[in-house]
Structure formats: structure tokens, C-alpha cells
């Protein structure tokens, strides 16, 4: 008996080292493992540097124009030059053929940093390229909106700045590995009393009806995924306010969800231990979750 169960394992083991990854970097695409990032880039010593995640669907990349331009506003904002956004549409594609997922499910990760030099604060000369690293990966999903996912609030320690996608995400990995610890997702961060956002999704509330969110400042990241729920909510007339939501209030929200590219729509029934609502996912929630699958199907 044991012994087709050993072949079994081998053929499979066999069949994972064949798809070996295939990453781009720097303006060529090769083996993941074959990639090598210098000690001096100033992504790994400073944290100098931006990223953007999507996500395609049966190939096709979801709102790809907007990351694209989130992206080129990022790189604005930290004054990294050498890179125009724009051709992170080419690359995703080329990934995702490279990797056999053009009809697949997918994340496309891109990373730009500064690029590197020898260490010191100041922008390094004019004639430092930037760091260009991407990946695709077959997406793996996390929750179920049926059900929901429980999550907690931390203290919001992140800089002024949050409107930029750093990769400097120290305060977010100290956040959700609480969450972990506490057998939630994720951590809604509060700053001055005001529930702001996830570590890595963006946070929306319903009461009478209504749908609010914190509003598009510094304070935040400005989600696609929000902004696309936001204009749903517009075009099927539900009443939506982008307006500081406070810690205290949450006790009384009827519905609470999370958004963002992985999780997409996703239901919070627990909030710190305590039942969001009746703990189940709730009507506004199920009316935009299926106006979001079907803008998702739809492509537009
Ligand atoms: C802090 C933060 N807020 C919100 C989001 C959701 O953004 P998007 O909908 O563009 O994925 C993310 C995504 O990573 C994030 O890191």
C-alpha cells in the first residue's frame, strides 16, 4: 500500500519544480531565485520606495488604469524618476503569459525604489537607476463573504503620509500580526479617535443605511477598490458619505466590510470580539458584493 502513495508524492514534487517562477527585473524577465538585489538598494536600507498590487481575472487585470495611476502619483509624490507607470501595464501582461497564468487568476506585484547607492539620506546623483522588480502569482483567496472575517483595532503608528504606497510597511506588519494573534484578518487602524483603514484594505460602514468612509486625506490609502465601491454605491443609489467614522460609533454600525484588491468585498461580522450587526454579513454588503462581481465580469 505505501508504496503508490510515494510515486505519487514524486510526480507531484516534480511537477511544482517545473513551474519555476519567472520574475522581472530591471528590464529583463528570468527565474525568480536569479534575481539579485544589491545591500545598497535604498528599498532594502531606507524603505525608499513604492509598489502596487493587481489583480486579473481569467487574465484580464481588474481597473489596471488606476493603479497605474496611483502608481505614477507615488512615485511623483517621493520624486523617484526613471520609470514611467505606464509600462507596468506591459510588464503585468508579459508576467502573467511568462508564468502560464494569461487565463488564470492572478496577483501582479511591482516594486520601484530608488534604486542603489551608497548609504546616506539624502537622493542619490541624477544618474541612479531606479529598482524594477515584479512578480505573478496564481491568487489564493483569503475569507469567505458568505461568512465574513473578524477583525480587531490597533493604534495607527504609520507616518503622515499614508496616501503613498511605501513599501515601508513596518507599522501595517506590527498591526496585522496582532490580528493574527488575535485569530482576526485584519486591523482596522484608529488615529485621534478615527477608525481609518486596514492594514492592507481599506475600511467602509454602513448606519441607517448610509455607507461611510474615512475621506481621501493623507490619512489614508486611496483604495481602487474603495473608489470603485464608492461609485457603486452612487450609480445604485446608496446613500454613501466620505466622512471621519469614529471608534465609538462601531458598536452601533449595522454592517462593517472591508475593501481591497485581494479580499475585494469582504464582510466583518466580529469587530474586538463582539458581534458586528446580528454576526453575519449584511444587505448593503450583498448588494455591492454583487454589483462589484459584476463590474468584475463585465471588464469595465
Ligand atoms: C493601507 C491600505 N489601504 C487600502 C488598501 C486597498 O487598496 P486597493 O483597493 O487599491 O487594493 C491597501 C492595499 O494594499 C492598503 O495597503
Redesign the pocket.
Known amino acids: 500500500m505505501a508504496q503508490p502513495v510515494t510515486t505519487i508524492r514524486k510526480v507531484e514534487r516534480t511537477k511544482v519544480k517545473a513551474a519555476e517562477p519567472i520574475a522581472y527585473f530591471n528590464g529583463k524577465y528570468a527565474p525568480k531565485r536569479s534575481v539579485k538585489i544589491s545591500p545598497d538598494d535604498r528599498g532594502f536600507l531606507f524603505g525608499d520606495g513604492v509598489y502596487e498590487?493587481v489583480r486579473s481575472y481569467g487574465g484580464r487585470i481588474f481597473a489596471l488604469e488606476e493603479?497605474v495611476e496611483r502608481l505614477r502619483r507615488g512615485l511623483g509624490e517621493l520624486r523617484i524618476s526613471g520609470f514611467d507607470a505606464g509600462d507596468f501595464v506591459r510588464i503585468a501582461g508579459k508576467l502573467l503569459e511568462e508564468n502560464d497564468l494569461a487565463d488564470g487568476d492572478a496577483l501582479v506585484y511591482m516594486q520601484v525604489t530608488r534604486g542603489a547607492a551608497p548609504r546616506r539620506h539624502a537622493f542619490p546623483t541624477a544618474s541612479t537607476a531606479p529598482t524594477l522588480y515584479a512578480t505573478a502569482t496564481p491568487f489564493e483567496p483569503k475569507g469567505d463573504p458568505a461568512r465574513g472575517v473578524a477583525v480587531i483595532t490597533q493604534p495607527d503608528t504609520r507616518w503622515a503620509r499614508?496616501d503613498i504606497?511605501s513599501v515601508n510597511l513596518l507599522p501595517?506588519c506590527l498591526a496585522n500580526q496582532r490580528a493574527q494573534e488575535a485569530g482576526a484578518t485584519e486591523a482596522i487602524l484608529v488615529r485621534d479617535g478615527v477608525a481609518l483603514?486596514?492594514?492592507?484594505?481599506?475600511f467602509l460602514t454602513v448606519f441607517n443605511g448610509e455607507v461611510r468612509t474615512a475621506p481621501a486625506t493623507n490619512y489614508?490609502?486611496p483604495?481602487?477598490?474603495?473608489a470603485v465601491a464608492l461609485e457603486l454605491c452612487r450609480s445604485a443609489g446608496i446613500p454613501v458619505r466620505e466622512t471621519p467614522v469614529y471608534l465609538d460609533e462601531l458598536e452601533s454600525a449595522e454592517e462593517l466590510f472591508l475593501?481591497?484588491?485581494t479580499l475585494e468585498l469582504m464582510p466583518i461580522v466580529k469587530l474586538d470580539g463582539q458581534p458586528v450587526g446580528d454576526g453575519r454579513p449584511g444587505p448593503v454588503h450583498r448588494r455591492l458584493y454583487d454589483l462589484f462581481r459584476e463590474r468584475v465580469r463585465s471588464g469595465a
Open positions: 498590487v493603479h499614508c504606497k501595517n483603514e486596514g492594514t492592507a484594505s481599506s489614508i490609502l483604495g481602487v477598490t474603495r475593501a481591497g484588491t
